[in-house]
């Protein structure tokens, strides 16, 4: 148990639903990620948070909405996926901002699947 | 922008043998961090080892040590005494002063007894 809480655990959904995903940290860390692991594809870094606010954004499509509401939260809301959004979605925080020496602590990821 | 690259995809070893893994990066940053994560099957990604880029001296933990060649952007992670829980995904991650962790795209190690 890495301190970092992500869920749901499996997730899917239809073309056209909303669903969000979450994760939560106790760890008192003030910086989190979302990246998204494809099968043979380098674990791709989404969106970053420092102190709450998006310091990050890789150019992911809208479909995809981040919301972090406080240090502890952070959320992925989505909407009108696409079946190759289809991806383990991890979550991960840190001490930051600014620390690049600092572990990061993964949860166990959201499983994916648009169909 | 930071670059990983990982070029084998599965690497296999037998149980209580040395194995290593390759990585090589690309960084623009002159002070950067370099990582070793492993994934069991839990999907829970791990610290394994890090190294820091104005340390000459490569890290080890226990069983794990580098082999961090800066001038040829080369960060290989050696496993002595491979156990069975060492199989899993390893991945290779870079970080740098802008709160971004780039990572590899993995290697796969299977132990065998």
């Known amino acids: 148990e890495t301190g970092v809480t992500q869920t749901p655990r499996h997730l899917v959904m239809g073309m056209t639903n909303k669903k969000s995903l979450k994760c939560e940290q106790h760890?008192?860390?003030?910086?989190m990620y979302w990246y998204k692991q494809s099968a043979k594809k380098p674990l791709e870094l989404m969106f970053v948070?420092?102190?709450?606010?998006?310091?990050e954004n890789n150019s992911v499509p809208s479909r995809f909405s981040p919301e972090c509401p406080n240090s502890s939260h952070l959320f992925l809301h989505l909407h009108t996926l696409q079946p190759e959004d289809s991806a383990l979605y991890l979550c991960a925080s840190s001490q930051g901002p600014g620390l690049m020496n600092t572990e990061a602590f993964f949860g166990q990821g959201t499983r994916l699947t648009v169909v | 922008a930071q670059t990983v690259t990982q070029s084998q995809p599965e690497m296999s070893v037998q149980e209580a043998e040395t194995v290593t893994l390759s990585c090589t990066y690309d960084?623009?940053?002159?002070?950067?961090?370099l990582f070793w994560y492993k994934q069991p099957p839990s999907r829970q990604m791990i610290l394994v080892i890090r190294?820091?880029?104005?340390?000459?001296q490569n890290a080890t933990e226990n069983r794990f040590s580098v082999n961090f060649q800066k001038a040829a952007k080369s960060f290989s992670l050696k496993i002595s005494d491979s156990q069975l829980g060492d199989a899993a995904m390893y991945f290779c991650a870079c970080s740098d002063n802008t709160d971004k962790l780039i990572f590899g795209t993995g290697t796969r190690l299977q132990v065998f007894p």
């Open positions: 190294q820091e880029a104005y340390k000459q």
């Open positions: 760890l008192g860390h003030n910086a």
């Open positions: 960084t623009s940053e002159s002070d950067y961090y």
């Open positions: 948070y420092s102190l709450e606010e998006r310091v």
